[in-house]
Structure formats: structure tokens, C-alpha cells
């Protein structure tokens, strides 16, 4: 393979590849064809199972571009083999964002309508003599083309592909494609559809026949019967259909469970623009990366990954997110100096409408239709890219499984010694044939177990049965194993430590420099005429859905105190406010009416959101935000923070409350409605006058410390890893006992380099002591410091960007960072993926429990993710449970642990049954000769 030419595809990527190229030779299919015929076809099945073989076997290495067949091997520990067939298309371009719209053949409408068949001859005949030849393979149903520029194969996902600035979005794609065009993409994106096909029971039942265990089962049944064994051989076949049974029930209901999760709205009727002012009802299989989409007033279920162009919307995104929490959608940036950014659709989340989401309620501008420019279709969309996550898991890597494939490895080599030495025995002692075949083969049979599969899993399924009846669900009976052997469970806190709802405690305001007296009523006459109250009511993402308000319980909660009411405009109050409004909040004993003008999203990276709003009867509009305190501060003119901000709010934070911070801007009054939505994020959210502290209580959920003393007393670790404050998360961590009260905390604040100074990192106890700092690499306590902590106990505490900041510049230092690291705040979804990564990296077995809203991503890539939610989401995780606590956590590990045991036992059992009846078997007949 080292001589051989070898590249690289998903460079970089979780699924990279390495890739050889390969062409059927002559010769040696007519060596294998023999060779199966002699061997009676059991050449076929080692060629199955081990498919590199079969390629090598059958094909000649050759170059990349002239291959006609692929063998794939990922790049990861596991080094998995995967086998791919080359196809070819006719096309005339090379690439999906080629300009063809001048090729003489798609000038012909109507034969241009045959380009969507999916006869390939067809195609050829139609398309004109200057189309070239594009290859491709599919792997995991996602297509890889080759690229003459690269020389490699590449997947085309999207609009992302072509790295289009935010601005092109709208003056390229406003319009739409034309069918031309749109005929020629489909010929690479393929249909719109995730595709999840229930495959037959005997399809499934073959393939599971065909596994080397089953194979082994069958063989051994056969042997036995045909020695007159018949018990035996009667006993095994149930045992075998028993274990067969249950394994195809298993898959067919994932199967069945994932195709009607996309195929309720897999097809469905889409109107689409054709030019300025066209439109063209479709069906969403037809769509194609650069389509303009309108979204009706009523809403949809997007079918594809969009990016927002015109108008807003209000978007269910529980599919995705497992939070069933309407978010607002608001409008790419066609100016400014976002609008010359690269889009992105992580980056640009705010405005992407994502495959699978339910569009509650559009909000259009100037009369003009929501419009959604097509980004992603199929298996690309964030929908489709779950969906193949739980098609084609990963593989666990798990010790009991490693140690028993190397005993097998072993009992195969002794089975091997064995049947060499019993033949020879035998032929020396002239014993017929079939005699030599029986004795040989008995031998190999008791040395390899063939009952060993069907006995481990017996634990497997009584651990899955019990846990179904308390209400833990479970999609892969294998994560069971590890479960017992888990040794760090990872929580989330908002929905999982503490309850879901949020109470308003009180607010404390601020004005000129100092703050007054916390104030735990809202709807007073003397506070509701106050920029504070103004910024409760329309600072938000809310919505009214069936005369119901919708949206963030925090939200919720804290427009609900204001007393004021939210409304759709009328088109007589739209003439009031001259500009056009998006919502309408309405003051009780008509103390003011404002007009939502512009909604600037909720950022998890910036945390913060803010809005534009207009008073009727006024000329300027205002800006309203709200976010963390210390990031809302930074935004403020200094001299309108309080001098006392830092103590207050580390006050209110170690009493384990919420604390959000408002602000407020008044904008020139000669900004036209057009100049304010063009406005960039950075230009509206500066020079903010601050206004205060609203103060939120979460409260710590009534089976929390129960079941973290549970864990604690069987000595697995827990950690936290929250989007909330630092100090916040610590006093939860104290409250629910996963800090003891004797024990300090120790928090970790890193500085990324600058031109002049290195990265840096300093040490301080949660009460602001401080501990050690140091400015270069390399930081660690002193000999003298770690002894005192280790008497005392400590645990770390670190934040999301001095997280992000050590893991880069001190990577030395993780290792021993995380030993004792127990909170994490402030922390994104990504980095909670990340902490998940970086601590199986230093050989934690790693649980992670969250309510599916923001921990997807956490919960995939644990060795058990334990999903509180049952929405569409939770599909992604191994285990879904309906108890909404933790208490579901320590009763998992115990059916975990109790398979486990199992699980060593049979294999312990099994094991010495063999090496004791081979030993005696070996002996008897040896002293039989």
C-alpha cells in the first residue's frame, strides 16, 4: 500500500479518509471465481467480511482519475475498510456552480424536462456532443466528485461550497434560478429528499446471516447435526433464531423510527421565484442550492437548509435542538461590514433556516414576500447530517470488546494448531475422510464458542428490558456495557440540574453611576415610564401564536412583569409609526406604545441580543439590549456602570441567581427605517447607556442532590458544563453537592496573546483571593500550593473563552487542568462537544446528561449520552429517558454495571468451558492414537 498512490478526502473533518484507486482485472476474477467453487463459496464470505481483500483480490491499482472501483479506510483508530463503485454523468460542466446558461442544449425547454430522469442512457442521448464526463462515487449517501483541480474526489454540500459573500447572497440569488440552471444542479445535488429506506425483513435477515458470529453458529449447527447430535443442534437453532429475532427487531424499528421521522414532510408543495416577480409551485424534491423560496404568512416545514433574504420568521427548531422554544429568524445582511463576510451557516445561525424546523409565523417588510435562499438539500442539511449520524454510528471503542477479540484471536490459533495436528494424526493412522473432517472440525468448534454471542448479549437484553419499564429508552443495547464501566458523567445545568422555568426575583436599576435599591415589583406607576421597563417589554424574541405568548421562558417571565401587551400591526398602525413595524407592545393605562423596528438575534458567541424600537409620536428610534452583565458593561459608557457593578452582581451570582444586564442607546433622529437596518451589529451595539440588573432565581430540581451523592458514593466524578455565569454555576455546583462546602474553588481566567503580550492565565479563589498568575506557557502550582489544596480539597472553575484560550495555548497544562476541573460556564455547545472530546482524549469513559436544547452536539459524541427530552431530537442520543431529572443517571449505571458483570461472567464461563473441553478433547484423542 506504501507504493501505491494515496490521497486524502474530507481533509480535516471527523469522517476523513483515505482513498486508493482500483480497475477490475481479468485474471484474477477467474483465480477467485475457482477459488470460490473449490472452497465451496466460503472464499465469497471471507471476501465479504473483509472487503480490502476482495478489491486487492479482484482489481489492479491504477490513478484516482481513471478508477473504476474505490477502497476506502478512515483515518481514526478503528481504520475501518469501505468499498466504492465509480459512476460517471454526462453534463455540460464539470462543477453544480459551472455557467451553463449559453449551452446550446438547454435552450431546448422541452427536452431539457428529460434531464431529470433517472435512466443515465437517457441523459447521454439528450445532453449535446461538448458534455463532459463527470465521476462520482456515494459513500454513507453522500456523493464525492472528482475535481480536475485538486485531483481528488470532493462532495459538493451547498451554496457554502462557492464561499459567497453575505452581500452576493442577496444580489446574486434574489431572483431565483432559472430552469435551466436549476435542471443542471439537480444533476449533481440530486433530489431534495433525505432518503431513509426500511429495508426488507429478509434483506436485513441475510445480512445478519452473513455476520462471521452467525456464519460460525450455522457451521457449528450443521457439524453437529450431521453427527447425530440432534439436541444439541435443535437447542443452538433456537438459541441462533432467538438471538436473530431480536437483533432484526432492533434495526427494522430504528429504521421504521427514522424514515417517519423525514418522511412526513419529505414532498411537499413549494412556491418558487422565477425572476423578480414569478413564482412556480413545486414539489421541495426539486430544490436545488441557490432556489428562492417563499415562506407562506402561516409557516411551513422547511425541506431544505435556507438562508433568510427578506422579512423574518419564528422557527421551531425542537427537531434539531430538542428545545421546543420558538426562535426569531431575521434577514441575511445585504450591507455593511457583515455583509462582506464569507457566509457561513454556523456563523450566520441567526438567519438560516435549518431542514426540519417548523416556520410558526413569517413577518415580511415593504410588501415584500419572505424569501429563502436555498443553501443545502438532501443528506447535506444539519437534518440530513443527523440522520446519517444515526445511520452510520461510530464505532465504540470498549475494552471488554478489544480483550475479547484478542482471547478469541488466541482460541483461533489454538483451534488452528489443532486442526493441523488432527489431520496429520489422522492421515498418518489412514482414517477415512469424512472421520478426518469430523475430528478436526469438533475441535475447532469447542475451542471457539459458538454460542459466546448469544450468551453475552443475554445481560444486554435483560439490562434494556428493565430499563424500558422505568422509562429509559435505548437505541444501541451495546452503550449498555459502557454505562458500567462510565467513570465522569458530565451535566448540563438549566433543565437538567435545575428546574426548566425561571422566576424574576426583583431588578435593581441604575442611574447615574450608583444603583438603587433592589426592587422586587415591576408594574408600578413610578417604574413604568422608565427606559428599564421599556427595555423588558421589547427587548425580546416573543411571539403570539394563537393569542398565546411563545418564546424563551426567560422571556416570558420577564415580559409577563411588565404587564404590557404584545400585537400583531395593523395596517392602520403601521401609517402611525410611518415605518413599518414588525410587533407592536402596548403599556397598560396607556402610558406608551413602541414599535418593534429591527430584531438583532440572540448570539450564544456574543451573549447578548438587542432591538430597534419607536415610540408612536416620536421621531428617533431607540435600542434596547440585553445580555450577560459583563459583556452588556463592556458595551456601556463607563461612567453609567455602577462603581459597585463587580460586587453586586458576584452578590447576586453566588446566591445562585440569574442575572441578566439591560442597556439602552437612543439613535440620531436623522437615521432614515432603511439606514437603521443597515446598520451593522457593531455599529447599533456600542456606546450604550446602562440601565441595570434584572434578577432571575432558578431553582435546583428536587432529585438533583440525591442522585449526584449516588454517584459520588460509587466514585464517578461530575462536572458541569452550563452557558450561565461563572459565579452562578458554582453556587448551583455547592447547592446540589457537587462541590462540598469545605471544599474551594479555584477559578481559572485566560487571556488570549496579544501583539505585546503572550497568553496568560490567572489563578483565584471563587471569593477573588488570589492564588498564582503567571504571563508565559507552562503554568502550574507550586510543589508547596498543590499539598495545602489536596488537604483542603479544590476543584477548578473556568469559563468558556479562557477554556478555548487554554486548550490552544496551553495544551501541556489540560490534562492536569481537568483532574480537577468540575465547573465550566459560560460554555457554547461547540466547546461542550469539545470538553466531551478532550477529556475521552485523557481516558475518561464519559457520560453526558442534558436536555437535548443546546447539548446535541455533547450528547452524540459521549460514550453515553443520556437525553432528558423526548423530541425528535433525542434520536441522536444512545439513551432518551422520561424521567426529567438526573435521577434516571445512577439507575442507568446500575443496569450498566449489572450487564457488565454479566457480560465478564459469561465470557469468563464460557471461556474456561472451552479451554477445559479442549483440553480433554485434545488429550482423549491423543491418547487415543
Not at 489412514?430 to 471457539?448: R, T, Y
Not at 404590557?564 to 400591526?569: D, F, K, T, Y
Request: glycine letters at 6%; hydrophobic letters at 40%.
Amino acid at each position: 500500500m506504501k507504493t501505491q498512490q494515496v490521497k486524502l478526502i474530507n481533509r480535516g473533518q471527523e469522517d476523513e479518509m483515505e482513498v486508493w484507486g482500483y480497475r477490475p482485472c481479468l485474471w484474477k476474477i477467474i483465480l477467485v471465481g475457482l477459488g470460490a467453487v473449490c472452497s465451496g463459496g466460503l472464499l465469497l464470505l471471507v471476501l465479504y467480511w473483509l472487503p480490502e481483500w476482495g478489491v486487492k483480490a479482484t482489481c489492479t491499482h491504477t490513478p484516482l482519475r481513471g478508477a473504476s472501483r474505490l477502497l476506502l479506510r478512515t483515518t481514526d483508530d478503528f481504520r475501518l475498510w469501505f468499498y466504492a463503485k465509480v459512476h460517471e454523468i454526462l453534463a455540460p460542466g464539470k462543477t453544480p456552480f459551472d455557467n451553463v446558461e449559453s449551452t446550446a442544449h438547454f435552450q431546448d425547454g422541452d427536452r431539457h424536462q428529460s434531464l431529470r430522469a433517472d435512466n443515465e442512457e437517457q441523459n447521454r442521448k439528450l445532453l449535446c456532443r461538448d458534455s463532459v464526463k463527470v465521476h462520482y462515487f456515494t459513500h454513507h449517501s453522500v456523493k464525492y466528485y472528482w475535481n480536475e483541480g485538486t485531483q481528488n474526489f470532493e462532495p459538493y454540500k451547498g451554496l457554502e461550497d462557492t464561499k459567497v459573500r453575505c452581500a452576493d447572497i442577496h444580489t446574486t440569488y434574489s431572483s431565483g434560478l432559472t430552469k435551466t440552471l436549476q435542471d443542471y444542479r439537480a444533476l449533481f445535488f440530486g433530489k431534495n429528499e433525505i432518503d431513509v429506506r426500511v429495508p426488507s425483513l429478509f434483506k436485513l435477515f441475510v445480512k445478519e446471516v452473513l455476520n462471521l458470529f452467525y456464519a460460525f453458529q450455522i457451521f457449528a449447527t450443521v457439524l453437529w447435526a450431521s453427527q447425530g447430535f440432534y439436541d444439541y443442534a435443535v437447542g443452538m437453532t433456537l438459541l441462533f433464531l432467538f438471538s436473530i429475532t431480536f437483533s432484526l427487531y432492533i434495526i427494522r424499528k430504528q429504521h421504521v423510527r427514522l424514515h417517519n421521522m423525514v418522511v412526513e414532510h419529505s414532498m411537499v408543495k413549494v412556491s418558487l421565484c422565477r425572476g423578480k416577480k414569478e413564482t412556480e409551485r413545486v414539489m421541495s424534491t426539486e430544490l436545488v442550492p441557490g432556489d428562492v423560496v417563499t415562506i407562506p404568512e402561516k409557516g411551513m416545514i422547511m425541506t431544505c437548509d435556507g438562508v433568510l433574504i427578506c422579512g423574518a420568521c419564528t422557527v421551531n427548531e425542537s427537531m434539531l435542538t430538542g428545545e421546543s422554544v420558538p426562535v426569531t429568524k431575521t434577514s441575511l445582511p445585504s450591507s455593511g461590514k457583515e455583509a462582506d463576510r464569507i457566509f457561513d451557516t454556523e456563523e450566520h445561525k441567526r438567519h438560516t433556516l435549518f431542514c426540519g424546523s417548523h416556520v410558526i409565523q413569517t413577518r415580511n417588510y415593504a410588501d415584500e414576500p419572505v424569501k429563502v435562499v436555498v443553501v443545502r438539500t438532501g443528506f447535506s442539511t444539519v437534518k440530513g447530517q443527523l440522520v446519517r449520524s444515526i445511520l452510520y454510528p461510530k464505532p465504540t471503542d470498549f475494552k471488554i470488546h478489544r480483550e475479547a477479540t484478542r482471547f478469541l484471536m488466541c482460541m483461533v490459533g489454538l483451534a488452528v494448531i489443532g486442526f493441523i495436528y488432527t489431520v496429520i494424526i489422522d492421515v498418518i493412522n489412514q482414517v477415512p475422510f469424512q472421520g478426518i473432517m469430523f475430528d478436526a472440525l469438533n475441535l475447532v468448534v469447542v475451542a471457539v464458542p459458538p454460542i459466546l454471542p448469544v450468551a453475552l448479549n443475554a445481560g444486554l437484553m435483560t439490562a434494556q428490558r428493565r430499563l424500558k419499564r422505568v422509562g429509559i429508552f435505548c437505541i444501541s443495547p451495546q452503550r449498555l456495557n459502557i454505562c458500567g464501566q462510565l467513570n465522569l458523567v458530565c451535566f448540563d445545568k438549566t433543565g437538567t440540574l435545575t428546574e426548566d422555568g425561571l422566576d424574576l426575583w426583583g431588578i435593581q436599576r441604575a442611574a447615574d453611576g450608583t444603583f438603587s435599591p433592589p426592587e422586587t415589583e415591576v408594574a408600578t406607576e413610578s417604574l413604568m415610564k422608565t427606559s428599564f421597563v421599556a427595555c423588558m417589554a421589547t427587548c425580546h424574541s416573543l411571539t403570539t401564536i394563537d393569542d398565546k405568548l411563545c418564546g424563551d421562558p426567560l422571556d416570558v417571565k420577564v415580559f409577563s412583569a411588565t404587564g404590557s401587551v404584545l400585537e400583531e400591526p395593523t395596517e392602520e398602525q403601521t401609517v402611525l409609526y410611518i415605518d413599518k413595524v414588525a410587533l407592536i407592545v402596548r403599556f397598560p393605562n396607556q402610558w406608551g406604545e413602541f414599535g418593534v423596528v429591527r430584531y438583532i438575534s440572540f448570539s450564544s458567541t456574543l451573549k447578548r441580543m438587542s432591538v430597534v424600537v419607536k415610540q408612536l409620536g416620536q421621531k428617533h428610534f431607540d435600542v434596547y439590549l440585553k445580555g450577560a452583565p459583563e459583556t452588556v458593561a463592556n458595551l456601556c459608557k463607563p461612567h453609567t456602570v455602577p462603581q459597585t457593578f463587580t460586587e453586586t452582581l458576584e452578590t447576586y451570582t453566588r446566591q445562585g441567581f440569574r442575572v441578566i444586564a439591560l442597556a439602552h442607546r437612543r439613535l440620531e433622529s436623522k437615521l432614515s427605517w432603511q439606514e437603521v437596518h443597515n446598520l451593522s451589529r457593531e455599529q447599533t451595539e456600542t456606546n450604550m447607556d446602562f440601565l441595570g440588573l434584572i434578577i432571575m432565581q432558578n431553582k435546583i430540581k428536587e432529585q438533583t442532590a440525591g442522585a449526584l451523592l449516588d454517584l459520588r458514593q460509587a466514585n464517578i466524578r461530575t462536572l458541569m458544563a452550563t452557558g450561565d455565569n461563572m459565579l452562578t454555576a458554582i453556587s448551583v455546583a455547592r447547592d446540589c453537592g457537587m462541590v462540598q462546602a469545605h471544599e474551594k474553588v479555584i477559578i481559572a481566567d485566560a487571556v488570549p496573546p496579544n501583539d505585546e503580550n503572550p497568553a496568560s492565565i490567572t489563578w483565584r479563589y471563587s471569593d477573588n483571593l488570589d492564588v498564582n498568575k503567571n504571563q508565559t506557557a507552562g503554568i502550574s502550582f507550586s510543589e508547596e500550593g498543590v499539598k495545602e489544596e489536596e488537604n483542603l480539597g479544590y476543584h477548578f472553575a473556568v469559563g468558556g473563552p479562557a477554556f478555548a484560550v487554554i486548550t490552544e495555548h496551553f495544551p501541556e497544562l489540560v490534562p492536569k487542568f481537568l483532574l480537577r476541573a468540575t465547573v465550566f460556564a459560560r460554555m457554547t455547545p461547540d466547546q461542550k462537544t469539545q470538553l466531551v472530546q478532550v477529556l475521552q482524549n485523557i481516558d475518561y469513559i464519559v457520560g453526558m446528561c442534558g436536555d437535548g436544547a443546546n447539548d446535541c452536539g455533547a450528547l452524540k459524541k459521549a460514550h453515553s449520552g443520556i437525553s432528558l427530552s423526548e423530541l425528535e431530537a433525542s434520536v441522536a442520543s444512545p439513551f432518551t429517558s422520561s424521567i426529567p431529572n438526573i435521577s434516571c443517571v445512577p439507575k442507568l449505571l446500575r443496569e450498566g454495571r449489572a450487564a457488565l458483570v454479566t457480560s465478564f461472567c459469561v465470557f469468563k464461563f464460557m471461556a474456561l468451558y472451552s479451554s477445559i473441553l479442549y483440553c480433554s478433547v485434545s488429550l482423549l484423542y491423543w491418547s487415543l492414537q
